[in-house]
């Protein structure tokens, strides 16, 4: 998937894991986003978090 960041270059971004999950039980996949706002060219996390994701992807 290619990402799109604040210097307007695209970059490769891979979300695969390194490996699956072992064992019994249920497996969980999830898809986190958090946003970040720069400035003074540091990054600081939003206080409040009311624009971050978390997203289940499948449950196994």
Known sequence: ?????LDMQTYQVSVAPQQ???G???????F??????????????LRNGMF???HIVDVV
């Open 1 to 5: 998937m290619e990402v799109p960041f």
């Open 24 to 30: 019994n039980g249920l497996s969980f996949f999830l």
């Open 52 to 54: 971050n994701v978390l």
């Open 32 to 45: 986190f986003v958090s946003f970040y706002q720069e400035m003074n060219g540091r990054q600081y996390s």
């Open 20 to 22: 699956l999950a072992t």
